[in-house]
Protein backbone atom coordinates (compact mmCIF):
# COMPACT_ATOMS: atom_id res chain seq x y z
CA UNK A 1 0.00 0.00 0.00
CA UNK A 2 2.68 2.42 0.55
CA UNK A 3 6.14 2.58 -1.37
CA UNK A 4 9.34 2.01 0.20
CA UNK A 5 10.77 5.17 2.14
CA UNK A 6 13.69 5.33 0.54
CA UNK A 7 12.15 5.46 -2.83
CA UNK A 8 9.77 8.16 -2.27
CA UNK A 9 13.01 10.52 -0.57
CA UNK A 10 15.14 9.85 -3.40
CA UNK A 11 12.70 11.08 -6.54
CA UNK A 12 11.85 14.01 -4.07
CA UNK A 13 15.68 14.68 -3.05
CA UNK A 14 16.63 14.16 -7.24
CA UNK A 15 13.85 16.19 -8.59
CA UNK A 16 14.21 19.42 -6.03
CA UNK A 17 18.17 19.13 -7.22
CA UNK A 18 17.37 20.25 -10.92
CA UNK A 19 17.01 23.82 -9.00
CA UNK A 20 20.90 23.61 -9.19
CA UNK A 21 21.21 22.20 -12.72
CA UNK A 22 18.87 25.12 -14.09
CA UNK A 23 20.72 28.13 -12.01
CA UNK A 24 17.01 28.97 -10.34
CA UNK A 25 16.94 29.65 -6.41
CA UNK A 26 15.57 26.79 -3.77
CA UNK A 27 13.13 27.52 -0.90
CA UNK A 28 13.51 24.99 1.63
CA UNK A 29 12.06 24.74 4.72
CA UNK A 30 10.74 22.09 7.66
CA UNK A 31 7.40 21.99 9.37
CA UNK A 32 8.41 22.41 13.01
CA UNK A 33 7.58 19.50 15.83
CA UNK A 34 5.36 17.98 12.93
CA UNK A 35 3.79 14.90 14.10
CA UNK A 36 3.46 16.11 17.69
CA UNK A 37 1.44 18.97 16.31
CA UNK A 38 -0.76 17.38 14.08
CA UNK A 39 -4.12 18.37 14.88
CA UNK A 40 -6.59 15.08 15.37
CA UNK A 41 -9.75 17.44 14.75
CA UNK A 42 -8.61 19.23 11.79
CA UNK A 43 -7.54 15.34 9.95
CA UNK A 44 -10.75 14.15 10.63
CA UNK A 45 -12.42 17.32 9.12
CA UNK A 46 -9.95 17.38 6.36
CA UNK A 47 -10.88 13.25 5.71
CA UNK A 48 -14.65 14.20 5.86
CA UNK A 49 -14.22 16.96 3.19
CA UNK A 50 -12.09 14.77 0.62
CA UNK A 51 -14.83 12.22 1.79
CA UNK A 52 -17.61 14.52 0.27
CA UNK A 53 -15.82 14.79 -3.09
CA UNK A 54 -15.38 10.79 -3.44
CA UNK A 55 -16.79 9.66 -6.84
CA UNK A 56 -18.81 6.16 -5.12
CA UNK A 57 -22.29 5.62 -4.06
CA UNK A 58 -24.47 7.05 -0.70
CA UNK A 59 -24.19 3.42 0.52
CA UNK A 60 -20.02 4.02 0.11
CA UNK A 61 -19.76 7.07 1.41
CA UNK A 62 -21.62 6.25 4.38
CA UNK A 63 -18.86 3.59 5.14
CA UNK A 64 -16.04 5.92 4.56
CA UNK A 65 -18.20 8.38 7.33
CA UNK A 66 -18.23 5.50 9.66
CA UNK A 67 -14.64 4.51 9.27
CA UNK A 68 -13.71 8.11 10.15
CA UNK A 69 -15.79 8.50 12.75
CA UNK A 70 -14.16 5.33 14.33
CA UNK A 71 -10.83 7.04 13.20
CA UNK A 72 -11.63 10.36 15.34
CA UNK A 73 -12.34 8.09 18.99
CA UNK A 74 -9.20 6.09 18.48
CA UNK A 75 -6.85 9.79 18.01
CA UNK A 76 -8.69 11.32 20.61
CA UNK A 77 -7.27 7.97 23.07
CA UNK A 78 -4.07 7.61 21.23
CA UNK A 79 -2.89 11.66 21.28
CA UNK A 80 -0.75 12.89 23.97
CA UNK A 81 -2.92 15.95 24.76
CA UNK A 82 -6.50 14.82 23.87
CA UNK A 83 -6.38 16.45 19.93
CA UNK A 84 -2.43 16.84 18.91
CA UNK A 85 0.40 14.45 17.98
CA UNK A 86 0.28 11.35 15.88
CA UNK A 87 2.86 8.12 16.86
CA UNK A 88 6.33 9.24 14.77
CA UNK A 89 8.00 6.78 12.08
CA UNK A 90 4.45 4.62 10.83
CA UNK A 91 3.39 4.98 7.30
CA UNK A 92 -0.03 5.18 8.71
CA UNK A 93 0.88 8.65 10.53
CA UNK A 94 2.57 10.05 7.12
CA UNK A 95 -0.98 9.25 5.29
CA UNK A 96 -2.88 10.91 7.97
CA UNK A 97 -0.36 14.04 8.22
CA UNK A 98 -0.26 13.96 4.16
CA UNK A 99 -3.88 14.38 3.95
CA UNK A 100 -4.10 17.31 6.43
CA UNK A 101 -1.24 18.83 4.48
CA UNK A 102 -2.73 18.35 1.16
CA UNK A 103 -4.68 21.62 1.43
CA UNK A 104 -1.78 23.42 1.82
CA UNK A 105 -0.01 21.24 -1.69
CA UNK A 106 -3.08 21.97 -3.35
CA UNK A 107 -2.78 25.97 -2.68
CA UNK A 108 0.51 26.55 -3.25
CA UNK A 109 0.03 24.91 -6.34
CA UNK A 110 -2.60 26.19 -7.83
CA UNK A 111 -0.68 29.57 -7.12
CA UNK A 112 1.74 27.85 -9.60
CA UNK A 113 5.02 27.60 -7.87
CA UNK A 114 6.98 24.61 -8.29
CA UNK A 115 6.37 22.97 -5.23
CA UNK A 116 7.37 19.61 -3.62
CA UNK A 117 6.58 17.84 -0.58
CA UNK A 118 8.27 14.99 1.74
CA UNK A 119 6.14 14.44 5.05
CA UNK A 120 7.42 17.58 7.03
CA UNK A 121 10.35 18.83 4.44
CA UNK A 122 9.05 21.72 1.56
CA UNK A 123 10.82 22.58 -1.34
CA UNK A 124 9.89 25.43 -3.58
CA UNK A 125 11.78 25.85 -7.08
CA UNK A 126 11.66 29.51 -8.43
CA UNK A 127 13.33 31.99 -10.89
CA UNK A 128 14.44 34.46 -8.66
CA UNK A 129 15.42 34.86 -5.27
CA UNK A 130 12.51 37.41 -4.57
CA UNK A 131 10.18 34.53 -6.13
CA UNK A 132 11.55 31.94 -3.33
CA UNK A 133 11.09 35.03 -0.36
CA UNK A 134 7.47 35.41 -1.45
CA UNK A 135 6.71 31.57 -1.63
CA UNK A 136 8.42 31.12 1.67
CA UNK A 137 5.55 33.93 3.17
CA UNK A 138 3.06 32.08 1.81
CA UNK A 139 3.71 28.51 2.98
CA UNK A 140 3.99 30.09 6.55
CA UNK A 141 0.47 31.25 5.81
CA UNK A 142 -1.02 28.76 4.73
CA UNK A 143 0.66 26.17 7.51
CA UNK A 144 -0.59 28.31 10.09
CA UNK A 145 -4.05 27.75 8.93
CA UNK A 146 -3.66 23.94 9.78
CA UNK A 147 -2.26 25.10 13.20
CA UNK A 148 1.51 24.54 11.78
CA UNK A 149 4.68 26.44 11.71
CA UNK A 150 8.05 26.25 9.73
CA UNK A 151 11.00 25.54 11.67
CA UNK A 152 13.51 29.09 11.12
CA UNK A 153 16.83 27.03 11.40
CA UNK A 154 16.24 25.00 8.69
CA UNK A 155 14.44 27.24 6.54
CA UNK A 156 16.88 28.65 3.97
CA UNK A 157 17.14 29.68 0.03
CA UNK A 158 19.94 27.89 -1.74
CA UNK A 159 21.35 28.77 -5.13
CA UNK A 160 24.22 27.84 -7.43
CA UNK A 161 26.53 30.26 -5.37
CA UNK A 162 25.35 28.22 -2.38
CA UNK A 163 28.42 26.94 -0.21
CA UNK A 164 29.09 23.17 -1.08
CA UNK A 165 28.75 22.62 2.37
CA UNK A 166 25.13 24.14 2.45
CA UNK A 167 24.23 22.24 -0.66
CA UNK A 168 25.56 18.73 1.01
CA UNK A 169 23.64 19.87 4.15
CA UNK A 170 20.29 19.69 2.13
CA UNK A 171 21.21 17.07 -0.06
CA UNK A 172 23.28 14.07 1.58
CA UNK A 173 23.40 11.95 -1.51
CA UNK A 174 25.84 14.35 -3.07
CA UNK A 175 28.09 14.13 -0.16
CA UNK A 176 30.75 12.29 -1.75
CA UNK A 177 31.28 10.09 1.24
CA UNK A 178 28.02 9.45 1.47
CA UNK A 179 27.26 8.73 -2.34
CA UNK A 180 30.52 6.09 -1.65
CA UNK A 181 28.26 4.64 1.03
CA UNK A 182 25.10 4.44 -0.98
CA UNK A 183 27.21 2.53 -3.63
CA UNK A 184 28.81 -0.14 -1.83
CA UNK A 185 25.54 -0.75 -0.18
CA UNK A 186 24.06 -1.47 -3.61
CA UNK A 187 26.85 -4.13 -4.11
CA UNK A 188 24.43 -6.43 -1.69
CA UNK A 189 27.86 -7.86 -0.19
CA UNK A 190 28.65 -8.61 3.18
CA UNK A 191 32.61 -7.68 2.63
CA UNK A 192 32.12 -4.26 0.85
CA UNK A 193 28.87 -3.70 3.75
CA UNK A 194 31.67 -3.74 6.13
CA UNK A 195 34.18 -1.85 3.99
CA UNK A 196 31.93 1.09 4.12
CA UNK A 197 32.26 1.25 8.30
CA UNK A 198 35.61 3.73 7.78
CA UNK A 199 33.67 6.27 5.87
CA UNK A 200 30.53 6.11 7.73
CA UNK A 201 32.74 6.69 11.08
CA UNK A 202 34.16 9.31 9.42
CA UNK A 203 30.95 10.95 9.00
CA UNK A 204 30.13 10.64 12.24
CA UNK A 205 33.11 12.62 13.85
CA UNK A 206 33.33 15.03 11.57
CA UNK A 207 30.02 15.75 12.34
CA UNK A 208 30.75 15.89 16.18
CA UNK A 209 34.13 18.12 15.47
CA UNK A 210 31.87 20.49 13.05
CA UNK A 211 29.13 20.68 15.42
CA UNK A 212 26.80 19.86 12.89
CA UNK A 213 24.83 16.71 14.38
CA UNK A 214 21.98 18.19 13.12
CA UNK A 215 22.92 17.28 9.46
CA UNK A 216 20.81 15.22 7.47
CA UNK A 217 24.48 13.64 6.81
CA UNK A 218 25.05 13.00 10.68
CA UNK A 219 21.56 10.91 10.63
CA UNK A 220 22.03 8.98 7.76
CA UNK A 221 25.67 7.78 9.05
CA UNK A 222 24.01 6.91 12.59
CA UNK A 223 21.41 5.04 10.98
CA UNK A 224 23.60 3.11 8.99
CA UNK A 225 26.00 2.39 11.74
CA UNK A 226 23.00 1.44 13.52
CA UNK A 227 21.88 -1.24 11.02
CA UNK A 228 25.54 -3.06 10.60
CA UNK A 229 25.65 -3.12 14.12
CA UNK A 230 22.39 -4.87 14.81
CA UNK A 231 23.14 -7.22 11.90
CA UNK A 232 26.43 -8.30 13.31
CA UNK A 233 28.24 -6.39 10.50
CA UNK A 234 30.26 -4.19 13.24
CA UNK A 235 32.24 -4.72 16.16
CA UNK A 236 31.18 -2.67 18.96
CA UNK A 237 34.00 -3.75 20.83
CA UNK A 238 36.37 -2.45 18.79
CA UNK A 239 38.51 0.68 18.37
CA UNK A 240 35.85 2.56 16.27
CA UNK A 241 32.99 1.90 18.69
CA UNK A 242 35.51 3.18 21.57
CA UNK A 243 36.28 6.54 19.93
CA UNK A 244 32.89 7.12 18.86
CA UNK A 245 31.57 6.45 22.59
CA UNK A 246 34.06 9.18 23.81
CA UNK A 247 33.04 11.31 21.09
CA UNK A 248 29.41 11.83 21.93
CA UNK A 249 30.24 12.04 25.54
CA UNK A 250 31.94 15.44 24.68
CA UNK A 251 29.55 16.72 22.69
CA UNK A 252 26.45 16.09 24.95
CA UNK A 253 26.66 19.50 26.47
CA UNK A 254 27.27 21.75 23.29
CA UNK A 255 25.12 19.50 20.83
CA UNK A 256 22.06 18.72 23.21
CA UNK A 257 19.30 19.22 20.18
CA UNK A 258 20.87 16.27 19.04
CA UNK A 259 20.56 14.02 22.19
CA UNK A 260 17.95 11.22 20.22
CA UNK A 261 20.75 10.36 17.58
CA UNK A 262 23.86 10.76 20.02
CA UNK A 263 21.60 8.30 22.47
CA UNK A 264 20.51 5.91 19.83
CA UNK A 265 24.57 5.90 18.91
CA UNK A 266 25.51 5.42 22.37
CA UNK A 267 22.64 2.19 22.66
CA UNK A 268 23.72 1.07 19.35
CA UNK A 269 27.57 0.79 20.87
CA UNK A 270 26.43 -1.20 24.07
CA UNK A 271 28.46 0.91 26.68
CA UNK A 272 29.75 -0.74 29.32
CA UNK A 273 29.36 0.25 33.11
CA UNK A 274 32.17 2.08 33.50
CA UNK A 275 30.61 4.78 30.80
CA UNK A 276 27.13 4.69 31.92
CA UNK A 277 28.69 5.75 34.94
CA UNK A 278 29.98 8.63 33.41
CA UNK A 279 26.49 9.66 32.06
CA UNK A 280 25.02 8.95 35.26
CA UNK A 281 27.76 11.82 36.78
CA UNK A 282 26.58 13.96 33.78
CA UNK A 283 23.09 13.94 34.55
CA UNK A 284 24.00 14.73 38.40
CA UNK A 285 25.87 17.51 37.81
CA UNK A 286 23.54 20.12 37.46
CA UNK A 287 25.56 22.73 36.08
CA UNK A 288 26.00 21.29 33.14
CA UNK A 289 22.97 19.40 31.89
CA UNK A 290 20.46 22.27 31.44
CA UNK A 291 17.79 20.90 29.43
CA UNK A 292 14.94 19.01 30.79
CA UNK A 293 14.38 16.83 27.45
CA UNK A 294 18.27 15.59 27.27
CA UNK A 295 17.92 14.92 30.84
CA UNK A 296 14.85 12.67 29.86
CA UNK A 297 16.34 10.68 26.95
CA UNK A 298 20.00 10.12 29.21
CA UNK A 299 17.61 8.61 31.88
CA UNK A 300 16.07 6.49 29.63
CA UNK A 301 19.14 5.17 28.37
CA UNK A 302 19.98 4.23 32.36
CA UNK A 303 16.94 2.59 32.28
CA UNK A 304 17.37 0.31 28.99
CA UNK A 305 20.51 -1.29 30.49
CA UNK A 306 19.51 -1.13 34.01
CA UNK A 307 22.45 1.15 35.44
CA UNK A 308 21.56 1.58 39.06
CA UNK A 309 23.96 3.98 41.42
CA UNK A 310 23.52 4.72 44.94
CA UNK A 311 23.93 8.39 44.36
CA UNK A 312 21.41 8.26 41.40
CA UNK A 313 18.72 7.01 43.46
CA UNK A 314 19.18 9.35 46.30
CA UNK A 315 19.33 12.38 43.64
CA UNK A 316 16.14 11.16 41.43
CA UNK A 317 13.94 10.51 44.66
CA UNK A 318 14.35 14.19 45.67
CA UNK A 319 14.37 15.27 42.28
CA UNK A 320 10.68 13.43 41.62
CA UNK A 321 9.63 14.71 44.96
CA UNK A 322 10.51 18.11 44.02
CA UNK A 323 8.49 18.11 40.58
CA UNK A 324 7.12 15.31 39.19
CA UNK A 325 5.46 17.21 36.55
CA UNK A 326 8.46 17.88 34.33
CA UNK A 327 10.04 16.17 31.42
CA UNK A 328 12.85 14.74 32.73
CA UNK A 329 10.59 13.27 36.12
CA UNK A 330 8.80 10.70 33.50
CA UNK A 331 12.34 9.33 32.55
CA UNK A 332 13.11 9.39 36.07
CA UNK A 333 10.21 6.98 36.68
CA UNK A 334 10.93 5.02 34.14
CA UNK A 335 14.23 4.28 35.29
CA UNK A 336 13.16 3.72 39.14
CA UNK A 337 11.03 0.66 37.56
CA UNK A 338 13.82 -0.13 35.61
CA UNK A 339 16.31 -0.94 38.45
CA UNK A 340 13.40 -2.06 41.29
CA UNK A 341 13.38 1.05 42.98
CA UNK A 342 9.59 1.59 43.62
CA UNK A 343 9.25 3.24 46.92
CA UNK A 344 9.91 6.79 45.50
CA UNK A 345 6.93 5.98 43.17
CA UNK A 346 4.81 4.76 45.93
CA UNK A 347 5.63 7.62 48.09
CA UNK A 348 3.87 9.88 44.87
CA UNK A 349 0.74 8.10 44.48
CA UNK A 350 -1.15 10.70 46.53
CA UNK A 351 0.22 13.54 44.68
CA UNK A 352 -0.92 12.10 41.79
CA UNK A 353 -3.91 14.03 39.52
CA UNK A 354 -4.69 13.65 36.03
CA UNK A 355 -3.36 17.79 35.86
CA UNK A 356 -0.36 16.12 35.20
CA UNK A 357 1.39 16.09 31.48
CA UNK A 358 -0.23 13.07 29.61
CA UNK A 359 3.43 11.37 29.30
CA UNK A 360 4.25 12.35 33.49
CA UNK A 361 0.83 10.39 33.67
CA UNK A 362 1.44 7.42 31.71
CA UNK A 363 5.00 6.63 32.72
CA UNK A 364 3.90 7.13 36.31
CA UNK A 365 1.44 4.55 35.32
CA UNK A 366 3.52 2.21 34.23
CA UNK A 367 6.43 2.78 37.03
CA UNK A 368 3.64 1.74 39.69
CA UNK A 369 2.59 -1.42 37.47
CA UNK A 370 5.62 -3.23 39.99
CA UNK A 371 3.94 -1.95 42.73
CA UNK A 372 1.86 -3.09 45.56
CA UNK A 373 -2.29 -3.99 44.46
CA UNK A 374 -2.87 -1.58 47.96
CA UNK A 375 -0.76 1.71 46.46
CA UNK A 376 -2.28 0.88 42.72
CA UNK A 377 -6.11 0.66 44.55
CA UNK A 378 -5.44 4.31 45.65
CA UNK A 379 -5.51 5.66 42.12
CA UNK A 380 -8.88 4.20 41.56
CA UNK A 381 -10.99 7.23 40.08
CA UNK A 382 -8.46 9.77 39.44
CA UNK A 383 -7.02 8.09 36.03
CA UNK A 384 -8.82 9.56 33.45
CA UNK A 385 -10.45 7.72 30.90
CA UNK A 386 -7.85 7.29 27.76
CA UNK A 387 -5.00 6.44 30.68
CA UNK A 388 -7.14 3.64 32.00
CA UNK A 389 -5.74 0.07 31.78
CA UNK A 390 -1.95 1.32 31.07
CA UNK A 391 -0.89 -0.56 34.21
CA UNK A 392 -2.49 -4.17 32.84
CA UNK A 393 -1.87 -3.53 29.24
CA UNK A 394 1.87 -2.13 29.50
CA UNK A 395 2.90 -5.03 31.66
CA UNK A 396 1.96 -7.78 28.66
CA UNK A 397 4.72 -5.28 26.69
CA UNK A 398 7.67 -5.94 29.39
CA UNK A 399 11.27 -6.97 28.56
CA UNK A 400 11.71 -10.66 30.08
CA UNK A 401 13.91 -8.83 32.74
CA UNK A 402 10.62 -6.74 33.58
CA UNK A 403 11.83 -3.65 32.00
CA UNK A 404 9.60 -1.41 30.93
CA UNK A 405 11.34 -0.66 27.85
CA UNK A 406 11.71 -3.29 24.46
CA UNK A 407 15.00 -4.42 23.14
CA UNK A 408 15.48 -2.95 19.81
CA UNK A 409 14.90 -5.19 16.95
CA UNK A 410 17.86 -6.22 15.52
CA UNK A 411 17.35 -7.31 11.73
CA UNK A 412 19.32 -9.90 9.70
CA UNK A 413 21.83 -9.63 6.76
CA UNK A 414 18.72 -10.42 4.79
CA UNK A 415 16.85 -7.84 6.29
CA UNK A 416 19.50 -5.41 5.39
CA UNK A 417 19.10 -6.51 2.03
CA UNK A 418 15.77 -6.31 1.72
CA UNK A 419 15.32 -2.58 3.38
CA UNK A 420 18.04 -1.08 0.07
CA UNK A 421 16.30 -3.35 -2.13
CA UNK A 422 14.85 0.34 -4.03
CA UNK A 423 18.20 1.51 -4.05
CA UNK A 424 19.23 -0.85 -6.78
Known amino acids: MFRNKISKWLDYDGLTYTFYQDNKFLAV ?37 SAINVLSLLLQNWSYSGDFGLPQNRDASSFLSNVL ?103 IQESFDKGETQSRSFRFAVNRLSQLADAGLFDVSGVFAEKLLDYAIQVLKSEARSTDQICRLITVLEPDNVYLGKLGDYLVDREN ?22 DLRDFAESFIANDPTSGEASGVFIWLQAIGHLSPIESLVDKYTSLWPFQNQRY ?56 IKDYC
Open 289 to 310: CLHDWQNHLLWMLLASHQFDRE
Open 364 to 419: FLIALSGCSASSRDKLRGKVPFNLRGTIDRSRKKFRDDGVAIRYREKPSLSDLYED
Open 29 to 65: TDVSNFFENVSSSQVVDSLTELAAKCDCSGYEKGHIR
Open 101 to 203: LCRVDFEMQAQNYDYYRYVDDIRIICKTELIAQRALQNVTSLLRDVGMNINAGKTTILSKKSSVSEIYEHFPSRDPLVAAIDSMWRSRSRRVFMRSIEYIVEI
